[in-house]
């Protein structure tokens, strides 16, 4: 499946042509404008408005950055800037129109993207904070899958998941967080706390493996509670 995720990801994501991108999780100035200009496909609630995260939350953010990146070759960097390559931002009851069913659907979170001469140029994210960001939440996993998005993973073309591509339901949350559909071990209990397998293999496909990372001899543990994440390591003897 790894190999067909990949062809089909191919052609329906892109990367940044930098090796290093900034994201922002306190400065909502273009996230506003970028919305309002998107405003016949995305609401949300405008006395609420787009807020920035709290300190804690954007804490979270840093965190969730480091766990894609640290397996490719991009960097992610917080800037205080009010232009970064990438804004977090809070808002309310996110909708989005779906123009096959003509219906306004619930997001915990969304991604808008801007692609500019094949590449990715701005990544604006909004996340309801009615959700919690604690690690092994649904709020957690909703920010992984949004950050997917700002990396690259479907970016272009008609599909917006994997699952919608041939409405393809092997494709569930057990090897993607970008999927919408339940899987065996990634349901509601527990959500994903890491990138999953395919998700990590699409993205080092577009930027290259990190082989710094964990190149020696590791030992990894699990503690007996039920979760839900990918290990991958770079070589060496493990266990």
Not at 88 to 106: F, M, P
Not at 145 to 160: A, I, M, Q
């Amino acid at each position: 499946m790894t190999v067909q995720y990949l062809n089909e990801h191919f052609t329906t994501g892109t990367k940044w042509s930098s090796s290093n991108v900034t994201y922002n999780a306190a400065s909502t100035a273009r996230a506003s404008q970028t919305y309002a200009a998107a405003s016949g496909t995305i609401r949300f609630d405008q006395t609420y408005g787009i807020n920035p995260l709290n300190t804690a939350d954007q804490a979270v953010v840093e965190q969730v950055f480091a766990e894609w990146t640290k397996h490719i070759n991009l960097t992610a960097s917080s800037s205080t800037s009010a232009t970064p390559n990438i804004t977090v931002s809070y808002a309310k009851n996110i909708q989005s129109y779906d123009a096959i069913t003509e219906q306004w659907v619930d997001n915990s979170g969304m991604a808008f993207k801007k692609i500019v001469n094949g590449a990715i140029s701005q990544v604006d994210i909004l996340i309801d904070p009615a959700n919690s960001l604690q690690k092994g939440t649904w709020g957690y996993e909703t920010l992984l899958h949004e950050v997917g998005h700002s990396l690259g993973l479907f970016t272009t073309g008609t599909n917006d998941h994997p699952h919608e591509i041939s409405r393809d339901f092997n494709y569930t949350r057990d090897n993607t967080i970008m999927s919408y559909e339940l899987g065996k071990v990634v349901d509601s209990t527990p959500n994903a706390k890491t990138p999953m397998m395919c998700d990590i293999a699409a993205l080092q496909h577009l930027y290259g493996a990190k082989t710094t990372e964990t190149p020696g001899n590791n030992t990894y543990s699990m503690t007996g509670v039920k979760q839900a994440s990918t290990i991958w390591d770079a070589g060496g003897y493990d266990i």
